[in-house]
């Protein structure tokens, strides 16, 4: 982990998001964040059909010129190398990717300005998935003089990937309220527990099981009280029947539940966006969707800002 040559204003937000980051906005300072995302997010593009095809070219090449005992073991030698390469290829395909109806989907309008932190306000962090992707400029709007509101970079999706880059997202600087929430990923069904590989089959995996949630997300709560912020958990919101990747709309209660525990274990305040949705989610929500229409975003931005608010004024 490290940070270089932090140069000139810091603006809003203070990582190197990727383009499709909706709820924040871009630091212009000379740095290189090196964390497990970025090394992942940069390995992922070797390889690929290039690199598949690239030892055949040669394969070509080497049939054509090399008239020798040695031509067999070349040719067998590269051919593997091929293989190799292709299921390189192949497994990167299982890389993170944003579902249907995020906002990760929604393209940045173009020309909007950064907006400058300003040192006199309180910093709060919100950390969350794409839901919170959905409603965090809504808040920042809200906030705006009152507070420098910022969302960790991109998609923080489950427990699992949150354990690995929390730290990195609670660097940049001192937080005075931290508004969290993990589970929606956590629960969804994978065809490898542990990855973002997606699958519509009941009878796969959850991306982390209630145990494993439960583990990962007590030692986040550790690691979230070192910063000695005001923390907030929000619920995990409601979901209906049918939505992909496969999760059953009863987990959603289930790992609630949990996490509850563990919050009022901690002392942490909780900020129940599920019950807040749950009596209109027909209308709020996209159909078969984990996502929400504009008006469910608003509703939770406003929740979620009247939350925020209230932690500072104490």
């Given at each position: 982990?490290?940070?270089?040559?932090?140069?000139?204003?810091?603006?809003?937000?203070?990582?190197?998001?990727?383009?499709?980051?909706?709820?924040?906005?871009?630091?212009?300072?000379?740095?290189?964040?090196?964390?497990?995302?970025?090394?992942?997010?940069?390995?992922?593009?070797?390889?690929?059909?290039?690199?598949?095809?690239?030892?055949?070219?040669?394969?070509?090449?080497?049939?054509?010129?090399?008239?020798?005992?040695?031509?067999?073991?070349?040719?067998?030698?590269?051919?593997?190398?091929?293989?190799?390469?292709?299921?390189?290829?192949?497994?990167?395909?299982?890389?993170?990717?944003?579902?249907?109806?995020?906002?990760?989907?929604?393209?940045?309008?173009?020309?909007?300005?950064?907006?400058?932190?300003?040192?006199?306000?309180?910093?709060?962090?919100?950390?969350?998935?794409?839901?919170?992707?959905?409603?965090?400029?809504?808040?920042?709007?809200?906030?705006?003089?009152?507070?420098?509101?910022?969302?960790?970079?991109?998609?923080?999706?489950?427990?699992?990937?949150?354990?690995?880059?929390?730290?990195?997202?609670?660097?940049?600087?001192?937080?005075?309220?931290?508004?969290?929430?993990?589970?929606?990923?956590?629960?969804?069904?994978?065809?490898?527990?542990?990855?973002?590989?997606?699958?519509?089959?009941?009878?796969?995996?959850?991306?982390?099981?209630?145990?494993?949630?439960?583990?990962?997300?007590?030692?986040?709560?550790?690691?979230?009280?070192?910063?000695?912020?005001?923390?907030?958990?929000?619920?995990?919101?409601?979901?209906?029947?049918?939505?992909?990747?496969?999760?059953?709309?009863?987990?959603?209660?289930?790992?609630?539940?949990?996490?509850?525990?563990?919050?009022?274990?901690?002392?942490?305040?909780?900020?129940?966006?599920?019950?807040?949705?749950?009596?209109?989610?027909?209308?709020?929500?996209?159909?078969?969707?984990?996502?929400?229409?504009?008006?469910?975003?608003?509703?939770?931005?406003?929740a979620v800002a009247k939350r925020i608010g209230q932690s500072l004024d104490k």
């Amino acid at each position: 982990m490290g940070w270089i040559a932090l140069v000139g204003s810091a603006w809003m937000n203070p990582w190197d998001n990727p383009p499709w980051f909706d709820g924040g906005y871009k630091i212009e300072v000379a740095h290189r964040r090196c964390d497990e995302g970025r090394v992942k997010e940069k390995s992922s593009r070797v390889g690929g059909l290039d690199g598949v095809l690239a030892p055949f070219v040669v394969l070509g090449l080497v049939s054509y010129f090399i008239q020798s005992p040695m031509k067999i073991s070349l040719i067998t030698s590269l051919a593997l190398f091929s293989i190799l390469l292709a299921g390189n290829a192949v497994s990167q395909e299982k890389k993170y990717v944003p579902e249907d109806g995020s906002a990760e989907l929604v393209k940045k309008k173009r020309g909007k300005k950064a907006s400058p932190i300003d040192p006199s306000l309180p910093n709060v962090l919100i950390i969350g998935d794409s839901i919170s992707m959905g409603y965090t400029s809504k808040v920042i709007e809200a906030m705006a003089g009152k507070a420098n509101v910022m969302h960790s970079p991109g998609n923080s999706q489950g427990t699992t990937n949150g354990l690995a880059n929390i730290d990195s997202w609670l660097e940049p600087m001192k937080w005075d309220v931290i508004h969290f929430n993990f589970g929606l990923h956590d629960l969804k069904r994978v065809t490898e527990a542990g990855t973002s590989s997606n699958s519509n089959d009941p009878d796969d995996p959850y991306q982390a099981d209630a145990k494993t949630y439960a583990a990962n997300l007590k030692e986040i709560v550790v690691r979230l009280k070192k910063t000695e912020a005001t923390l907030i958990f929000a619920t995990t919101t409601p979901f209906p029947a049918g939505v992909k990747p496969f999760r059953s709309p009863d987990d959603a209660g289930n790992y609630n539940t949990a996490a509850l525990k563990i919050m009022k274990k901690n002392g942490i305040e909780v900020n129940d966006l599920y019950a807040l949705v749950l009596p209109d989610l027909a209308t709020l929500q996209k159909p078969v969707n984990v996502h929400f229409q504009a008006e469910g975003s608003q509703i939770m931005a406003d929740a979620v800002a009247k939350r925020i608010g209230q932690s500072l004024d104490k």
